[in-house]
C-alpha cells in the first residue's frame, strides 16, 4: 500500500469536513436603488451571489409567496422586472437559494399618492452620509416637511435632507410631506454597526456534524496506516531472517 493512497484518503477527510462551513450569500439590488416607487413606475430586481443559484421571491398580501415570474414579473438571466408598477406589488421581496439560504428581505412600497420618501432601500454603515428626498409626481415650490418616528425634524423649501455621520440613534421611521399637496409612506432607516473583526467560530454541532460525516474517511485512513506499517515491519523482519540464514550458512 503506497503512501499517496494514504494521502488521498486523508484529503477527502478534510473536504469532508471543510465543506459548505461558509453559507452562501445573496445580495437583493433594485434599480432604482430606492424602497419606494410611484403607481406606474418600473422596477429592476436582481439576485447578485452566484448566478443563477438564487430566485427572487416576494411576499404580498394580494398574492402571498411568490417566485419571479409567475405572472408578476420578466425573468432575465437572475433579473426580475416588473413593469407597471401597482400598490398591490408593495411587500417583501428577497433572493433564495434551492438550499434555503436567503438575502437580507427589503421592504418595497407603491404608492398610488403623489409623495413618496426616497430613501436607502438597504441598511446604512454607522458614519455614512444619509440623503432623503421628498419627491412628488408634479414638482412644485411648496414646503418639505420631514419627521422621524412621528416628529418633525425638518421644514424646508428644499427636498432634500441630508443626515451626516449617522449613528444608531438615527435609526427610525422616516416620512415627508408637502402640506399642499401630500404626505408619503413611511419607510424605516436600518444602521448597521461595525464591529472589530474576529475569528470565525463555527457552531459546534454543526462542525460535529462534519467530522461524524468523514469519520470513515478517518478510520480507512487509519487502518491503512496500521496495515501499510504491519507490512513493512513483515517485510523488514523476512529480511532479517534471510540474511541470519546467509551467515550461518557461510560459517
Not at 430606492?34 to 416576494?58: I, M, N
Not at 472589530?196 to 468523514?214: D, E, K, M, Q, T
Request: with cysteine; hydrophobic share 35%; glycine share 6%.
Amino acid at each position: 500500500m503506497k503512501p499517496t493512497v494514504l494521502f488521498l484518503n486523508f484529503c477527502v477527510f478534510l473536504v469532508t469536513v471543510s465543506c459548505d462551513m461558509e453559507d452562501e450569500v445573496f445580495h437583493l439590488q433594485t434599480t432604482p436603488d430606492r424602497s419606494q416607487f410611484f403607481q406606474y413606475e418600473d422596477v429592476s430586481l436582481s439576485c447578485k451571489g452566484s448566478p443563477g443559484a438564487a430566485l427572487l421571491k416576494r411576499n404580498t398580501t394580494r398574492g402571498g409567496v411568490e417566485s419571479c415570474p409567475s405572472g408578476w414579473g420578466t425573468l432575465e438571466n437572475t433579473t426580475c422586472s416588473i413593469r407597471t408598477m401597482y400598490p398591490f406589488d408593495s411587500g417583501l421581496y428577497w433572493c433564495e437559494s434551492e438550499s434555503g439560504e436567503r438575502s437580507q428581505t427589503l421592504h418595497i412600497i407603491v404608492s398610488a399618492g403623489d409623495v413618496i420618501l426616497e430613501s436607502p432601500v438597504h441598511p446604512v454603515g454607522e458614519g455614512d452620509n444619509v440623503t432623503l428626498r421628498c419627491r412628488e409626481k408634479t414638482p412644485s415650490s411648496g414646503r418639505k416637511e420631514f419627521s422621524k418616528d412621528g416628529l418633525l425634524i425638518w421644514s424646508n423649501i428644499t427636498e432634500t435632507l441630508t443626515i451626516h455621520g449617522v449613528s444608531k440613534s438615527d435609526e427610525g421611521l422616516y416620512m415627508c410631506s408637502i402640506p399642499e399637496v401630500s404626505q408619503s409612506p413611511g419607510s424605516w432607516l436600518s444602521v448597521t454597526v461595525s464591529e472589530p473583526a474576529a475569528a470565525p467560530v463555527f457552531p459546534a454541532l454543526r462542525v460535529i456534524s462534519h467530522v461524524v460525516a468523514g469519520f470513515p474517511y478517518l478510520l480507512s485512513t487509519v487502518i491503512l496506516a496500521l496495515v501499510y506499517r504491519d507490512k513493512r515491519r513483515a517485510a523488514q523482519d523476512v529480511s532479517e531472517d534471510r540474511s541470519h540464514r546467509v551467515v550461518m550458512e557461510v560459517e
